[in-house]
Structure formats: structure tokens, C-alpha cells
């Protein structure tokens, strides 16, 4: 509503905010300009302005009574979810997928801070009246209350099992929290990870009863000792024998391996998974079938075994669907190998019983990897997301991590795994949106059992110690996950010597168990870091980007105890040397194996548009997705795009050849309006050299006859290889074509 309570805004799907007279119902106005979903919309205080927060990662200021765009706030790097006003109506707060809230100045649109602490999405923001506090809700569980000019949070609220909470300060031990809320929570001295003491030692000193917790933040900080005594008596309780203490270090060394052996066991890890995934009880109906139990969730729950082509338990998933009294079923298919023929289990399923089931697949990969982070339970809302509340099937926002939906790249899979287990360095290159994340993501469980560190660079400031920081905490929680203790602790400051101390610490950690697997290091977007050199403010980046990969291609050379993997839009971090007479010489010139990830072929773009629209039995008549392939090339984005509207967002389940045509003939004529449009702008045109343009140039006004090859002049020469290596031309009989029939009519359009 706006202040006056006259108007109400609305954010939508389709990418607008609409404004609507609260007294008639007529719509007034319609805001246009976002790329994506419209998550949040918030009125100024004055009711002149509207903020809406969208699937496009921007903030957009608007002007209520012409409804002009003023102002675009660009700076997270995920999904915007909730924005507000200041009450005197100067800032905006923005909340984010990207984990951070951000603050802005509506006048200047300048990014005045960014608030960071939170380990998951952030999805409320809100000032205090007096707009010197900021509260930020998330799917952490937790809320903060942010102190705007300290650029700190005051506190924090974490909501426990069993709806008990606490709410304490980051920098201070004082707390407040429910009866037992304490009980969740430990201490430890001088940062190091072992021993940790509960908090319920010290409530005596650290709780406070006050009602303003303010003022408890505030006073003096208690001091506290570890009670040595008290956690070894808690500790050692009934441990009556010395034999008892003894026994597990002469065990240690062979149940170590035990644990490190069953994780291969699908089942098993998916055990594990959902113990942490909030399930309160699991029950064994066979070794590989299991009902799985939720607090106050009377539905049935099953988790069985694809293996060998076959579903384990489905006699008794038979029997469950046929007792009347349960509620609809939901299996997860738990699988490992041959990730695409688990469409086959799912089609044995629905022939038999119908459609009286949500079937969803987990990959053990996954599960085992979500394992070792504190996310069990948002993994699997997102896991289960695209087969139980999704509609539309193809349109996919972000990078895809589950094998079942993840088609093509077969070769490109092939290569990379052969190049990283030989231990060699990799560039992944491609256009914007071709899926370079979305393959990684596949790498990653090709890799699960090695210790990998993912980086987006995106969320990551130009220096290198925070590279640093990140790739030791990751190593650190994957040796905890897999029950090394005795790590270093990772030290507020630090420099290139600490950093490769504690990082061979940590590798010489894992070879005493697991000798054959090097860290892989993975950098997504690595553009962010190793900057364009022509463009002005690079230099600032490129020194960390030294700093930090001198370090790296170091361990990489004299201990061969790390692999490094990049992904990026162009190979210029392995073709540039020489980077700057102030910088000097790139410690990574030709040192990486360069991998091209082009468009689909018609075989992938066919089997991907078919198989997906299965889940949601979309069926296509034979030779609809073929046109589909003519027109986009094999462009992967742009055929789930055209498939999306071609079965009006899933709502279609037969696709005729005369839908498909149609469907062609509007998207050819709403480029201005069509997601198609805007990605040949941004992510292909906009990114081209001026050299890649004036012979993109050449070749569509070469028409049906083609551009002649042997006619390229030397200064296109490099032009040709890059449009080449990005699948957007072919070369038949010594001349050149455009692969995409949509990208030649947007440019004929454009231009």
C-alpha cells in the first residue's frame, strides 16, 4: 500500500509492478523495465516513488506519477528479495539471494554499504523507525538487527530446534535466549576448535535476564575460564575402564577408513542426508527402502534405491500407495549411476500406479557433498523444487546442479575429468549463459570425493587475502566433515607465507588418509578477478589476481598438491602475459588447458526439450523440437525459452508442429518484449569485440549465399576463430553462415 493507503503496487512473473486505485480496482499504471520476476515492491515514505527488487539482481526506483524509471541500483549478484525505504525516505535497503543486505542513496543510486553475515538468503528487510537500524530476516534461520553506521549487526536471533532461540552479539558473550536455548550453543578459548565447552557451563555469567537487551550488549563484558574439570567428568561418565579410553585410538586408523568407505554406499549417504535434512525418524523397511517421518507431517515419505536399473521396495511402495488412510506419496529415487535412465524408473512407477505420487530424484553426489555443509534442509527444498512445485519445466533461472536435468557435454565432461585427474590446470570458456556453472556444478560430484573448493567470484572482493581466507575455510570444513581433527585454526590476519603454512597443513592432513586425491580448486567468473587490462581501474585487481595465483601455480608446481579450474567468457587469463608494465609477467600464461563450450548439437537440443517436458508430461509431435534447433541454433538458454512458450509455461501437454510455428512467428515478432531479445543483447552482442561485430555484420548481409571464407581480411582473422569456437557461425563449402535463424532476425530487427 502506499502511505496514503490510495494505491497498492504489485510485483509479478511477468517481470512489471503494477499500480492499482485501491478505491475502483483500475489499474493506473504499468512499470516495465526489469528482466526478470519482480520479488518486492515498497512505497517512499511520501508515496512518490516505488522500489521493486527482481529476479535480475537490481533495484529499480520509479516515479509514481509518470512512471518513469529513474534510477537502477545494481551491485548484488543474486536474486533481489525484499527492499524498503528509510522512513526519511533517503535510503533504500535491499535483501538478497547473494546472502547480504545492501544499502543505498535514492538520490545518487551509490551502494553506501554492504551488510554481510548472514549464511543463507536474506528474504525480509526493514528500518527501525528512527532509520538507524536495519532488520534482515533469512532462510539461515536467523534475524539481525544492523547498526547502518557501525556496518555491523548488534545482534543476532538464531531460531533452535524445538522452537527454542537465542539472541546474542557477535562480538560479546553476553546472551538471552529461551529455556534451553543455550543448550545448542559451546564456547571455545583462544580460537581453537578443540576443546568446546557448552554455553549452559557460564549462564550464571554470560545470561542475562535484562528486558532491554540493548543494555546487556552494552556493559562490560564477563570473564570467563574453561571448566577443564567439568567437561572431562561429562565427558568420561561411565567410561569405567582404562581399556574403554584406549580402545578407540587402537581402532581409530580402520574406523576412519569405515567411515570414509561407507560414504560410497548411496543409500547410506542418503541416511545421513536425511537426518540433517529435519527429519525427525527414519524407518528401515528393507536395507535400501526407507519411510522417512517429519514433525507434524502425517504424509508418506519413502526413500528408495535405483540401482541396476531397477527400483528397490516396490512392492511395499505399491502397498503404500493402495492404503487409503495415508496421504499422496512422495518417493525420493536415490541413484548413482546412469543419472538418465532413472527416467525409466520414474516411467515404472507413474505406468503402474498413476500419477498419486510426487517421485523425486536424489544423486548420492549431491547429498554427500550437501553433507558436509550445515544446509541439508534448504538443499533438498531446492532439490525437490522443479518436480513438486515448478510448472513449467524448462525455464531455469539458476545454474543446474541435479544430473537429471542437465543435458549435452557429454565430450566436454569426458575431456575436463581426464584433464583434471592428470592434475592439469583448466580454462572453461563460453558465451554468457551457455551453462559454464551449470557444468561445473557436474565436474564437482565427478569429484566428490577429493577435497574441493568452489569459488563464485562474484561474491568476492578484488583481494587476494579474501581468496585466502575462502579456500581455507572450505578446506577446513571439508577435512571436519570427513573427522580429521587436531586443524590449525585459521588466524584473523592473513598474509602469502600463513596461507601456505596452514594450506600444506591441511594437504598433508588428508594424504595421511586419502593419498590419491589433490585439491581442486574451482574459480566460477573469474572475469571479476582478472579484469580486462584496457579497461580503466583494472590494475587494482589484476595485482590481487597476481598476488593470489603466484601463490597457487607455487603449490601447484612444487608439491603438485593443487589443481585450479576457472571458468570464464574468454581464454585471456591463458593468452595474456605481460599484463601490465606496473604488474608485470601473468603467473598463469598458457599454463591452462582451454575448454570451449560451444551450443548443443541437434541430437542434445531434441533429447533435452523431449526428456524435460516428460516431468511434467509434456509430449512433442515429431520434428517440433527439430524446428526449435533450427531457430536457436542449439542456443541451450534460448531453447528452454522458446520450449517454455511453446507449452505456454507447461500448461500445454501436447506440442503440435502448427503450436511450434506459431509460437516461432510471435517470438520473432516481440523481440522487444521477449526474454529471447534481451539475452542476444546482453549476453552475446554486447559482449563481442568490435571486430567479432563488423563480421557478424558481414556475414548476415551475405544473405543465403553465405560469407566467403577466403575473403576474411586479416584483421577478422582472430574474429573468425572466437565466433568458431563459440558454435555462433558454420563453415560449409568455404563459406560462413549464421547457426541461428532467431539471432539473424533479432540483428536484422536491432539494426
Known sequence: FSP?????????????????????GALLRTLAGHSSSVYSVSFSPDGKFIASGSGDKTVKVWDVQTGALLRTLAGHSSY??????????????????????????????????????????VYSVSFSPDGKFIASGSWDSTFRIW??????????????????WITFNEKK?????????????????????????????????????????????????????????????????????????????????????????????????????????????????????????????????????????????MKHIGEAIKDKVKERLKIYLIYKEDKHNVNEGVKELRNKYGMAMDIIPLYSSILEKSIESPKCKEDLLRLEEPYTIRTDPYIERTPISDPVWFYGRAQNIENLTRMISQGQHVCLCGLRKVGKTSLVNQLLQHFVKAPIVFIDCQTKTDMAESYFREILIQLHNKLNAHHIKKLPVIPTELNKDTFENIFLHFVDKWEKVRQNEKVIIFFDEIDKLFKDRRQTGSENALVEYVKLFSVLRGLAQTRRSLTTVVAT???????????????GENPMYNSFYEEFLGYFNLDDTVTMIKEIGLWKDIHWDEGGPQIIFEYTGGDPLVSRIFASFASDKG????????????????????????????HYKESVWNQMKPDEQELVKRIISSGDEGYPEGNTPKELLEAKANLKRFTLVNSEENRLFFRAKFFEQWYKWRF
Not at 557451563?201 to 554470560?206: D, V
Not at 500448461?651 to 534481451?678: H, Y
Request: hydrophobic share 35%.
Open 4 to 24: 496514503d493507503g490510495k494505491f497498492i503496487a504489485s510485483g509479478s512473473g511477468d517481470k512489471t509492478v503494477k499500480v492499482w486505485d485501491v478505491q475502483t
Open 80 to 121: 533481489v528479495t525484499s527492499v524498503s525505504f528509510s522512513p526519511d525516505g533517503k535510503f533504500i535497503a535491499s535483501g538478497s539471494g547473494d546472502n547480504t543486505v545492501k544499502v543505498w542513496d535514492v538520490q545518487t543510486g551509490a551502494l553506501l554499504r554492504t551488510l554481510a553475515g548472514h549464511s543463507s538468503s
Open 147 to 164: 547498526d547502518i553506521n557501525k556496518n555491523e549487526s548488534i545482534y543476532v536471533t538464531a531460531l533452535l530446534p524445538g522452537n527454542e
Open 173 to 313: 558473550l553476553v546472551y538471552h535466549s529461551s529455556l534451553q536455548g543455550d543448550e545448542y550453543m559451546a564456547v571455545r578459548f583462544d580460537n581453537n576448535s578443540f576443546p568446546v565447552y557448552p554455553l549452559k557451563y557460564y549462564r550464571k555469567e554470560l545470561k542475562t535476564e535484562q528486558n532491554n537487551i540493548f543494555s546487556a550488549f552494552n556493559a562490560v563484558q564477563p570473564t570467563i575460564e574453561p571448566k577443564r574439570f567439568k567437561l572431562w567428568r561429562d565427558t568420561s561418565r561411565n567410561k569405567w575402564k582404562w581399556g574403554i579410553f584406549v580402545f578407540p585410538f587402537i581402532l581409530l586408523p580402520s574406523i576412519y577408513v569405515y567411515l570414509l568407505s561407507r560414504r560410497s554406499d548411496p543409500i547410506v549417504v542418503a541416511r545421513e542426508f536425511f537426518s540433517k535434512a529435519d527429519f525427525i525418524k527414519i524407518t528401515n523397511i528393507n536395507k535400501e527402502l526407507y519411510l522417512l517421518y517429519k514433525q507434524n507431517i502425517q504424509s508418506t515419505v519413502m526413500a528408495s534405491l535405483w540401482k541396476d536399473g531397477k527400483i528397490i521396495g
Open 569 to 583: 567468457y574468454r581464454p585471456d587469463i591463458n593468452r595474456q602475459n605481460i599484463l601490465m608494465e606496473t604488474i
Open 651 to 678: 500448461k500445454i501437454k501436447e506440442i503440435t508442429i502448427k503450436r511450434v510455428e506459431e509460437t516461432c512467428s510471435m517470438l520473432l515478432e516481440t523481440f522487444s518484449e521477449n526474454d529471447i531479445g534481451n
